[in-house]
Each structure stands twice: as structure tokens, then as C-alpha cells.
């Protein structure tokens, strides 16, 4: 397999939805705990993305194995089509790159400790893992939202506030809760994009015998909870600045709403992958971008 495969294959543009709740995570121990490690932040970082490209990888390999099998036309539009890559090959990358987030991830259990393992793992592998193994996996039921923004919204930001803070913080209901509603922006743009995806892929999700969200609750609820995950995104931002664990200045994000409400309503009149899809992939980074700014502002300047 060529780099070219591999990059195309892992879908690495996507790793932002992993990067961005790392980094958010690390700003919030940074200015909650006055805690910073370089070092972890890095492997933490490593371990993420890396993660997120054997799941995104396994994900290219399912997909295709499901289609190629039922002889559907649309198997080889597929990057594992397109690039005529052995499926010997495929499976091969997703478990050297899943092997390798395993290791550091292990090393940042060892030298921190097993509540890491709790959280990094359990909170986030193991979701990442199930959702695209096993005979019924996460992605064809009508959980994928959940336990993805389960996964890459608190786990990822949830470990990284951890693996800074470890030795000064502790989780007591109310920590625990801060940072629950702290995780909810991050965790929304996730959601909001597969929920997106499933409503854009809901004749072809029921073809593979993938029956998510949008087929159990129809496209219009769909919607409808497509457009709520957003504001529940904007009142989290509020609720932590109020709470006081984010710095006033994220405020100053409230800012981006005109701009994200326009493109719900593109996608809502109508949905589209080609088109207005890519939408909610421009939400996924006006949202979170200003708040990472802001935040390192407001954690800098004490404001």
C-alpha cells in the first residue's frame, strides 16, 4: 500500500474532529488546573489521530467488504475500489495503526494512572472499536451519534484534560459534570456530521443492511435533531462560561450562531452529500476554532 493509499484510505482530513477537542482539553486543564505537560500532550495527541485513522480505515474496509460482497455498483466508487487495494492490505493498516495508538496510549496509563484507562480507553477505544466491529457494529444502529460523540467529544477531551492534570484533579460529581458540559460542543459538530452523513447515505445505509437513526425516526425528526444538536452546542458554551471553566472571552464565540444557523438551514431545505453536506463539515470547524482561540486568549490574558 502507497502513502497516497493510506492517506486516501484514513481520510486524514478528518482528523480535525479528533484534534480539536485534544486541544480544547488541553486548554481547559491549562486554565482550570494551571497544568501543562508538553510531553503527554503530544502522545495524547498522537494517540488520537492515529486512533481515528484505524477507526476511519476499518470503517473504508467494512464499507466496501459489505458492498463488494452484494455485488452493489457503487463498491467500486470506493477508495478500496478506485485504488484496487487487496483487502489483505486494508486489514493490515487499520491493525498496525490501531497497535500502534494502543502502545501510547499504554504509556500514558503508566506514567499517569488507571483512570486514564477508564476514560482513554474504555471512553474512547473501546467505542471506536465497536463501532465499526462485530456483527451488528455501532455504525448501522441507530446509536452511532451517541456513542461517537461519546467517544470523540468527552473521551478525546475528557483524557487530555486528564493526562495534563492528573495529579491535581479529581473526579467528583461536580468535575464530572463540568466536564460533561464542556465536552458538548465538540462532541455535537461529530454527531451532527454523521447524522448528516446517515440522512445523505439512508437509501444506500438500508442497501447494507444499516439501519440508522434517520430510518428509525425518518428524515424529518432527523432534522429536527440535526438543528438541536447545534443549539445544544451554543447553551454548553454558555453554561461554561457562567460555570466558570471557560474564560469569559470564549463568550466572544456566541458570535459564529448567524453564520452556523444559515448553514442548518441550507442543509435542512435540502439534503444533499455533493452539495450541501459539506455544510455541516464548515460547522465542524467554525465552531470549535473561535472557542480554541478565544479560550487560549482568555487563558493567557486572564480574561
Known sequence: ??????????????????????????????????????????????????????????????????????????????????????????????????????????????????????????????????????????????????????????????????????????????TTLQLIVASIPTSITVMAILLANNICDLEEDIEDDRYTLPYHIGVDKALVVFKYFYYAAYTAVILSVVFGTFPRLVALSLLTFPYVLKNIRIFTNHQDKQTTFMTTIINSAVIPVPIIITFFLGAWLNI
Do not use: C
Request: charged fraction near 10%.
Open 1 to 174: 500500500m502507497t502513502l497516497k493509499q493510506y492517506i486516501l484510505l484514513a481520510q486524514v482530513e478528518t482528523t480535525t474532529t479528533s484534534i480539536f477537542p485534544a486541544l480544547i482539553g488541553i486548554l481547559y486543564a491549562w486554565y482550570n488546573y494551571d497544568a501543562f505537560r508538553l510531553g503527554f500532550s503530544i502522545l495524547g495527541l498522537l494517540t488520537v489521530v492515529i486512533f481515528h485513522l484505524a477507526v476511519n480505515i476499518r470503517d473504508n474496509y467494512l464499507d466496501y467488504y459489505i458492498a463488494d460482497n452484494k455485488n452493489a455498483d457503487h463498491a467500486q466508487d470506493m477508495t478500496v475500489g478506485k485504488e484496487n487495494i487487496p483487502l489483505k492490505n486494508v486489514r493490515l493498516a487499520y491493525y498496525i495503526s490501531g497497535a500502534v495508538a494502543l502502545v501510547i496510549g499504554l504509556y500514558l496509563v503508566f506514567q499517569t494512572s488507571i483512570i486514564l484507562l477508564y476514560i482513554g480507553f474504555i471512553g474512547g477505544m473501546l467505542i471506536g472499536i465497536l463501532y465499526t466491529a462485530g456483527p451488528r457494529p455501532i455504525s448501522s444502529t441507530p446509536f452511532g451519534e451517541f456513542f461517537i460523540g461519546l467517544s470523540m467529544g468527552f473521551g478525546i477531551f475528557a483524557s487530555m484534560v486528564y493526562v495534563n492534570a492528573f495529579d491535581v484533579m479529581q473526579f467528583d460529581l461536580v
